[in-house]
T-cell receptor, first 115, second 115 residues
Framework: SQTIHQWPATLVQPVGSPLSLECTVE??????LYWYRQAAGRGLQLLFY??????ISSEVPQNLSASRPQDRQFILSSKKLLLSDSGFYLC??????????????FGEGSRLTVL | KQEVTQIPAALSVPEGENLVLNCSFT??????LQWFRQDPGKGLTSLLL?????REQTSGRLNASLDKSSGRSTLYIAASQPGDSATYLC??????????????FGKGTKLSVIP
């Protein structure tokens, strides 16, 4: 069965520090991968998505970046965090097959607090 | 641009009651619609996925219907329990060309089931 792992689950970082959040998917190949942010009281905001290794599309221009070094690994990074980067970050994946026609699955999320 | 609306934003019901959550979308040319549940501080859990060619899907006490022509979906929860308390989100996928799929989320309905 397929599973998705996100870490760290919780992170408290000072302003100006770097960030690295990691997401890995198991049990599937060539998934579409997504990074979302959920700020308090707001909806889900798509940050990045990837349809393959090294292929990243950015939805929101900001000081965050994403990379996909391996088929089932998706990394969200920042060189210098801002206060506004605080939020709940969610990784998601889906594949397009006869058995799984685009169903989206989420990880448990990473809570980032920037102080 | 696809817009997804969920009304009401919050709902409180006594235990045992049957209830309906609503989701409406502006562009009826969708690929699929998915309902999620989110517990506080957690990721999203997929509940039901309805393909555009389907009218409804059922899982246990949950039944989701889809009316593409009117741009509406409902999530019916039978015999509600306190454990059903969570935020319920719907998401619509639309094919946007060149092998790309666009996903749009509603802001969710926060359900409280009172014992």
């Amino acid at each position: 069965s397929q599973t998705i792992h996100q870490w760290p689950a919780t992170l408290v970082q000072p302003v100006g520090s770097p960030l690295s959040l990691e997401c890995t998917v198991e049990g599937t190949s060539n998934p579409n991968l997504y990074w979302y942010r959920q700020a308090a009281g707001r909806g889900l905001q798509l940050l990045f998505y990837s349809i393959g290794i090294g292929q990243i599309s950015s939805e929101v221009p900001q000081n965050l970046s994403a990379s996909r070094p391996q088929d089932r690994q998706f990394i969200l990074s920042s060189k210098k965090l801002l206060l506004s980067d605080s939020g709940f970050y969610l990784c998601a994946w889906r594949v397009w097959t006869v058995a799984n026609t685009g169903e989206l699955f989420f990880g448990e999320g990473s809570r980032l607090t920037v102080l | 641009k696809q817009e997804v609306t969920q009304i009401p934003a919050a709902l409180s019901v006594p235990e045992g009651e049957n209830l309906v959550l609503n989701c409406s979308f502006t562009d009826s040319a969708i690929y699929n619609l998915q309902w999620f549940r989110q517990d506080p501080g957690k990721g999203l859990t997929s509940l039901l996925l309805i393909q555009s060619s389907q009218r409804e899907q059922t899982s246990g006490r949950l039944n989701a219907s889809l009316d593409k022509s009117s741009g509406r979906s409902t999530l019916y929860i039978a015999a509600s329990q306190p454990g059903d308390s969570a935020t319920y989100l719907c998401a619509v996928t639309k094919y946007s060309g060149a092998g790309s799929y666009q996903l749009t989320f509603g802001k969710g309905t926060k359900l409280s089931v009172i014992p």
